[in-house]
């Protein structure tokens, strides 16, 4: 599986439950996050994809600390499965 099929699997579920998933690109800025996703009732995530095989760069790294420090939502999803429970318990 290509990470492309899961982030096409994760767009398609959090438009289902009414969300949106933006394709985030920050020109000049390596390693940030693949999907910025706003949820109903304000909740908004970076989403990061890969395979079960993929790995985070040392930029991503980095981006996942930031966001960490800075208290905003973060996550990476590795799998089809993954992106399926994010939306269930997110947009649940």
């Known amino acids: 599986m290509k990470e492309a099929d899961v ?7 959090v438009e289902k439950a009414g969300g949106k998933a933006y394709k985030f690109v920050s020109p ?7 999907r910025l996703v706003v949820l109903p009732g304000g909740r908004v995530w970076f989403v990061e994809l ?4 993929g790995r985070l760069s040392a930029l991503q790294q980095v981006f996942a600390a930031d966001m960490a420090a800075l208290g905003q939502n973060y996550t990476v999803l590795w799998s089809k499965e993954d992106a399926a ?6 947009c649940g």
């Open 50 to 53: 890969k395979t079960s095989t």
């Open 7 to 13: 982030e096409r699997h994760l767009v398609r579920l």
């Open 85 to 90: 429970t994010f939306v269930s318990v997110h």
């Open 28 to 34: 000049g800025r390596a390693g940030v996050a693949d």
